[in-house]
């Protein structure tokens, strides 16, 4: 599957974004991850195509909202409440032929399709 995300930008702190990301088919499971510099790649928020629930990073909780638009193939990245610490590359990510389970819908390295990410600057 292709991945193509959008929506970052530079904003100051206590502001807002909205990152999108566009599947090219249906998946099972859609998540975002980030990556500061010099860092390893983390889990930000997930969520399955067949049912509501949602998952997020603790970073994020409160802050960042994920959502889909099941029509358009298109999941969402709404972030609130902005703070430098979320600077980062943000990436969109899906499975594929076979779902995650539900164990590893945190880990990065159960992921097999990536977007080629987009930046989020988050000024003090």
């Known amino acids: 599957v292709q991945l193509q995300a959008s929506g970052g930008g530079l904003v100051?702190?206590?502001?807002?974004?909205?990152?999108?990301?566009?599947a090219s088919r249906r998946t099972f499971t859609m998540g975002w991850f980030r990556q500061a510099p010099g860092e390893e790649r983390e889990f930000?928020?997930?969520?399955?195509?067949?049912?509501?629930v949602t998952y997020y990073a603790d970073s994020v909780k409160g802050?960042?909202?994920?959502?889909?638009?099941?029509?358009?193939?298109?999941?969402?990245?709404?972030?609130?409440?902005?703070?430098?610490?979320?600077?980062?590359?943000?990436y969109c990510a899906s499975d594929d032929?076979?779902?995650?389970?539900?164990?590893?819908?945190?880990?990065?390295?159960?992921?097999?399709?990536w977007g080629q990410g987009t930046q989020v600057t988050v000024s003090s």
């Open 12 to 22: 100051q702190a206590g502001g807002s974004l909205r990152l999108s990301c566009v």
């Open 44 to 52: 930000v928020a997930a969520f399955r195509w067949s049912g509501d």
């Open 63 to 90: 802050r960042f909202t994920i959502s889909r638009d099941s029509a358009k193939n298109t999941m969402y990245l709404q972030m609130v409440s902005l703070r430098p610490e979320d600077t980062a590359l943000y």
């Open 97 to 113: 032929r076979s779902r995650i389970i539900l164990s590893s819908i945190r880990r990065a390295d159960a992921y097999v399709s």
